[in-house]
């Protein structure tokens, strides 16, 4: 993968001063570099499903998540990874802000989904059948069309209070089913079509907050499409043991579903 190249004001003025060697490149000393990168969010931002946690604790900070991955290949001046498991939007006003400052250039960030109930809404699938799922997720479609934007607007704010020099990029949420997939058992075809409608709501409603807020949106519905559960090339766990990893990427998912959307609007 080929790493970004950043301009740095080093560079631009080695550039305009004419300091440059014989053969018209930029020593290599000032070359562009990557900013300070700050990784926010949640359970897909933290890699959990993609192994390899560490000492992160119930955080579940993985080595294959796409931001340590973007970071090994672009060499950011810092990296501070603060992504959590289980986090909610006030989880990262809480507890995950504290590395941003004014030398902040680049954040990444996915959150929202537990916000609205994905865990709840997918065991409910899971385990209570058709009815009480799309019950559920018509209870989560309320909260993310009434209550979420509200929420992302709080955490945006505050990163751009803290951090107002800083690229933000906010990542969504995959489809999870593969319609008129290759599974033979499990939830029902109209519980699935229902649970990809609603990560639809959730994208498009963080899409919008995003823009509002001059941030970039990293779609990834379009780098998993082929790649959903019930797909026969899954890049995301179904039912898993330990059950937390279910639903969401593999080590697959994060390097070849996150990592080339981040590579794209980093």
Known sequence: MKPRRWTTAGAAVASSLGVITLTGAVPAHAQDAAPAYVALGDSYSSGLGAGD???????????????????????????????????????????????????????????????AGFADTMQACVLQGESVCLEKIEE????????????????????????????????????????????SVGISEESRAAINSAADLIDDTIAKRAADHGFAFGDVRGAFTGHEICSGDSWLHSVTVPIGESYHP?????????LPVMEQNA
């Open 53 to 115: 946690y560490g000492d992160s604790g119930d955080c579940k900070r993985s080595s294959k998540a796409y931001s340590q991955q973007w970071a090994a290949a672009n060499s950011p001046a810092s990296f501070d990874f603060t992504a959590c498991s289980g986090a909610v939007t006030d989880d990262v006003l809480a507890n995950q802000l504290g590395p941003l400052n004014a030398s902040t250039g680049l954040v990444s960030i996915s959150i929202g989904g537990n916000d």
């Open 140 to 183: 989560a479609k309320s909260y993310v069309t009434g209550t979420l934007p509200g929420k992302l607007d709080s955490v945006y704010n505050a990163i751009s209070e803290r951090a107002p020099s800083a690229k933000v990029v906010v990542l969504g949420y995959p489809h999870i089913y593969k319609l008129n997939g290759d599974c």
């Open 250 to 258: 593999t080590e697959a998912g994060q390097s070849s579903g996150y």
